[in-house]
Antibody, heavy 121, light 107 residues
Framework: EVQLAESGGGLVQPGGSLRLSCAAS????????MNWVRQAPGKGLEWLSH????????YYAESVKGRFTISRDNAKNSLYLQINSLRDEDTAVYYC??????????????WGQGTLVTVSS | DIQMTQSPSSLSASIGDRVTITCRAS??????LNWYQQKPGKAPKILIF???SLQRGVPSRFSGSGSGTDFTLTISSLQPEDFATYYC?????????FGQGTKVEIK
C-alpha cells in the first residue's frame, strides 16, 4: 500500500525556519515526482513545489520562490520542504503528494495526511 | 499563471439531486483538468483526471466534461457521502493551479 507521512510541522515564530519531511513507502520512490501543496485554515489548495524523481527538475510557485526549497533523498525514501523567513500567511496544513501520470496527463495521487504549520509570536 | 475559477463557491442540495459544478480556466488548457474531493480534516482525493477519466474506485455517479476553458463536474444523484468540497486543478503547465473550491452542503 502506498503511504505518505508528513512530519515536522509545529508552532514557529515569524522569521523562523522549518523543515518538513514526507516519508514514503509502498512504491518505488525514485521513480515518481513529488509535490508539496498547502491549505491555509478555511481556505483552498495552493500548489507550492514539484521535484522530479531524480531531483534534477524543480519548480516553485511564484509566491514561495526564494523562501522555500524542495529536496529529496531517494536512499531514505523521503521528501523535504525547507521553509525560511516564515510569515503569518504561511500558517497552513502542508501536504505531500505523488504526481500520478498517464501519458502526458498528470494529477496528484495519493496525498499524505498533512502536517500543520502555525506561525505566531 | 493560469487562473482557475469555480462556480458556485457553495451550494445546498438534497440527497438524490443532480449537482453540477463548473470550472473555468483563464486560458485554454485542452483537457488538462482534474477534479478532487476533500472532506473536513482529510486530504484531497482524486475523482477525475484529464477532464473526464474516472479514477479507479470512484463511483460512476461522478462524471466530468469539457475542454479548452470550460469544464463541468456532475454528480448524477447526490449521496450522503458526497457532501464535501470539490476542487478543480489544471495540469496544462508545470505551475499547477487549483480553483478556489465548491462546498456542497446538505439542504
Amino acid at each position: 500500500e502506498v503511504q505518505l507521512a508528513e512530519s515536522g510541522g509545529g508552532l514557529v515564530q515569524p522569521g523562523g525556519s522549518l523543515r518538513l519531511s514526507c516519508a514514503a513507502s509502498g512504491f518505488t520512490f525514485s521513480s515518481h515526482s513529488m509535490n508539496w501543496v498547502r491549505q491555509a485554515p478555511g481556505k483552498g489548495l495552493e500548489w507550492l513545489s514539484h521535484i522530479s524523481g531524480s531531483g534534477s527538475t524543480i519548480y516553485y510557485a511564484e509566491s514561495v520562490k526564494g523562501r522555500f526549497t524542495i529536496s529529496r533523498d531517494n536512499a531514505k525514501n523521503s521528501l523535504y520542504l525547507q521553509i525560511n523567513s516564515l510569515r503569518d500567511e504561511d500558517t497552513a496544513v502542508y501536504y505531500c503528494a505523488i504526481t500520478a501520470e498517464s501519458g502526458v496527463r498528470n494529477w496528484f495521487d495519493p496525498w499524505g495526511q498533512g502536517t500543520l504549520v502555525t506561525v505566531s509570536s | 499563471d493560469i487562473q482557475m475559477t469555480q462556480s458556485p463557491s457553495s451550494l445546498s442540495a438534497s440527497i438524490g439531486d443532480r449537482v453540477t459544478i463548473t470550472c473555468r480556466a483563464s486560458q485554454s488548457i485542452g483537457s488538462y483538468l482534474n477534479w478532487y474531493q476533500q472532506k473536513p480534516g482529510k486530504a484531497p482525493k482524486i475523482l477525475i483526471f484529464a477532464a473526464y477519466s474516472l479514477q479507479r474506485g470512484v463511483p460512476s455517479r461522478f462524471s466530468g466534461s469539457g475542454s479548452g476553458t470550460d469544464f463541468t463536474l456532475t454528480i448524477s444523484s447526490l449521496q450522503p457521502e458526497d457532501f464535501a468540497t470539490y476542487y478543480c486543478q489544471q495540469s496544462y503547465t508545470t505551475l499547477w493551479t487549483f480553483g478556489q473550491g465548491t462546498k456542497v452542503e446538505i439542504k
